[in-house]
Structures are given as structure tokens and as C-alpha cells.
């Protein structure tokens, strides 16, 4: 059944045009909306000029999970944080592992899902034990009204906000959500806008723009995830560009997590990323100056603790998304005194 406008969250971040257009600034599509119209992302419409959210109440996955999971190794580490997505996405991944919550909306008009209000997502939160809420699994900056109303009722709890996100959101709405959101990790995804455009539909410079930004003029913490795919961008020049650009427009703290690729969705013809590459971007990001790289998706390999990037101490010993052991003291290796970064380690 289509829903009234008066069942519907109203959106944020819009602006009125001429004959009844609303032009969205959520992210770097700014779509012009004609009346009755989507915006590219299919949950956001125009209805008699104004521009509502459709999912607001459509939360489809919403559970604990290691705060690891998203992956954030340097925030909070070892907590639970609360995680919650809705249906649609405003970038069309070949290889999206969500693909069945992401692309619905997309691809059949689908977005399914429960009313849950902010309230009791944050009461489910502190029941189970979570220090944050995670957005996640879809791209939070397209359901963001209900991030919003979430976020500021977790922080007046004492928890923590945080975005795993593909980057594509506007500066508008980064400072919107900077009154709440503590941590962010983006995905970079590769750096040529041959792969954005090919694989994504999207376009690689607003993700380079996000990142910068978010290092140069928030305090949200930050770290970046880049999933190899054989053959895509795992050259020895598009790595070492990767890196270079994290190092010197987001800094040597930035948490670099190269993730292996497992066939998904529509990117099927291709086999997983052998370790030996994920081995190459880790002494890529290493040689350019990060001074923290990790593996991900390879479960049990010694790239996914943390070192201190100094003496080689290990800090923080982790199986999988489990800590074994964490050593840092107020914030430093309590073997060579150097500070490691991060939000409450
Ligand atoms: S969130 Fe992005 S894709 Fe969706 S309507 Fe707004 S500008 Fe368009």
C-alpha cells in the first residue's frame, strides 16, 4: 500500500526549486527532484515539493556486533556496538555483500522493514551492553533522518554514533551529523574513477573529498577500508596511490584496512584475493608512512592486531573480531611510551 505524506518522515538537507523541484544535498548526487519523483538512491521522494523519507521506519537489520566488525580497531575496542540499517543505497557495487538489502529498493521498488522507533533502538542498545550505535550494512547517509533522531537521543544516554559509509555524503551533511557522530570508517574503494564509474556508478573524487575533510575539520575518528578485487586495483601503482593519499591528506594515524574480496552479487567470475596481494598493500601502506595497516576477512592472521608503530610491541591481540589481550595504557605502548591513536583505547 503507498504511504500518505502523512505516515512519512520529512527529510533533511533539501532546498526548494521552481515548479515544485527539490534539489537533495544529503550526498554528491544532489538530485534535482521532480514532483512524485525518486532521487537516485529510490527512498527519498518528492511529494508536492517537499522531499520525505521512505525508510524512516523501515529498519531491516538491527543487532550487537563487535565494534571490530564494521571495522573500527581503533575506537572503543573490544565493545559491542548496536547495529542498525535500512533498505537502499545510493552506489551500485558489482561485488555488494549486502546486495539484498542495499539494491531492493533499486532494483524492484522493495524497501522492507520495521518501525522501530529512535527510542527503543537506543534502549536495545544499552540492554545489550552496547557502548555505540553503528549504521551500517547500507549507506547510512540515505536513511540519515533516522540516524539523526538516534544519534542525539544515544548521546544524551552516554553512547557513542558511528558511520560505516561509502564517502559519497555532502560536507552539509557531515557537519550535520558532526554534532553526534564520534567515528566513521569510509570505504576507497579503489583510486581511479574508471573503477567508480564501472563497477559503482558513482565517482571516486567526492569519496577523496569526504576524507579529506572529515581529517582536516572534524573530530570524528576516522579509518578507511579498501576491499581488493584481483585485477581492479590491486596494481603496484594503484596502491601505493591509495596509500599515499591517505597518508598525506588524512595523516600516518589513519587506520588502513585492505580487505579481502570473496565473489558476491553480480561480480562473480572472479576468484577471492589471494593473501599474497593483501601481503603487497600491507608493505605499500607500510613504506608510505601509515603507521597502522590491517587484513580483513582473513581470520587469524597477525596483520589484524595492532603494533606499535615505534618499537613493534604488540598492543592489541585479536582472533577474528575477538580481542585476546589489549596492553595499551592511557592511550600509549607501555613498552616505548609512544601515543597510539584512537577514540578510548
Ligand atoms: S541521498 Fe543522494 S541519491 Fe538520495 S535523493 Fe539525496 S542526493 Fe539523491
Excluded at 564494521?70 to 537502499?88: E, R, V
Excluded at 564517502?167 to 567515528?183: K, P, Q, S, V
Excluded at 567508480?196 to 582536516?216: E, F
Amino acid at each position: 500500500m503507498e504511504l500518505g505524506k502523512e505516515d512519512l518522515k520529512q527529510a533533511v538537507l533539501w532546498e526548494s526549486g521552481e515548479d515544485k523541484k527539490v534539489r537533495c544535498k544529503l550526498c554528491n548526487w544532489r538530485c534535482s527532484i521532480d514532483d512524485g519523483k525518486l532521487g537516485r538512491c529510490c527512498v527519498r521522494r518528492n511529494m508536492d515539493g517537499t522531499l520525505y523519507s521512505l525508510n524512516y521506519d523501515k529498519v531491516c537489520s538491527a543487532n550487537p556486533d563487535p565494534i571490530e566488525k564494521k571495522p573500527l580497531f581503533h575506537f572503543q575496542p573490544g565493545s559491542q556496538s548496536f547495529s542498525i540499517a535500512t533498505m537502499g543505497c545510493n552506489f551500485r557495487c558489482e561485488f555488494c555483500q549486502n546486495w539484498q538489502i542495499s539494491q531492493a529498493a533499486l532494483e524492484d521498488g522493495r524497501i522492507d522493514g520495521q518501525a522501530m522507533r529512535p527510542e527503543k533502538i537506543v534502549e536495545a542498545a544499552v540492554r545489550y551492553d552496547c557502548k555505540s550505535i553503528a549504521y551500517t550494512y547500507t549507506e547510512p547517509t540515505i536513511f540519515m533522518e533516522l540516524c539523526n533522531d538516534c544519534g542525539r537521543l544515544a548521546k544524551e544516554r552516554g553512547l557513542t554514533n558511528v558511520f560505516v559509509s561509502n564517502g559519497y555524503m555532502t560536507r552539509e551533511a557531515i557537519d550535520f551529523a558532526g554534532e553526534w557522530l564520534n567515528g566513521i570508517n569510509v570505504d576507497l574503494k579503489a583510486f581511479s574513477e574508471d573503477y567508480y564509474t564501472r563497477l559503482c556508478k558513482a565517482r571516486l573524487q567526492p569519496v577523496l573529498d569526504t576524507i579529506s575533510y572529515i581529517a582536516s575539520q572534524t573530530d570524528i575518528w576516522l579509518e578507511v577500508t579498501t576491499l581488493l578485487v584481483p585485477g581492479e586495483n590491486d596494481s603496484a601503482d594503484e596502491l601505493k596511490k591509495l596509500a599515499d593519499f591517505i597518508v598525506t591528506k588524512a595523516g600516518p594515524d589513519v587506520p588502513w584496512h585492505i580487505s579481502r574480496f570473496h565473489p558476491q552479487y553480480k561480480y562473480l567470475d572472479s576468484a577471492a584475493t589471494p593473501v599474497s596481494s593483501l601481503e603487497r598493500a600491507y608493505d605499500v601502506g607500510k613504506a608510505a608512512g601509515l603507521h597502522y595497516v590491517y587484513f580483513g576477512n582473513v581470520p587469524g592472521a597477525q596483520s589484524e592486531s595492532t603494533f606499535c608503530y615505534k618499537c613493534g610491541r604488540m598492543l592489541i591481540e585479536r582472533v577474528g573480531y575477538r580481542i585476546v589481550a589489549n596492553h595499551i595504557k592511557d592511550s600509549c605502548c607501555p613498552d616505548c611510551g609512544t601515543q597510539i591513536a584512537g577514540f578510548e583505547l
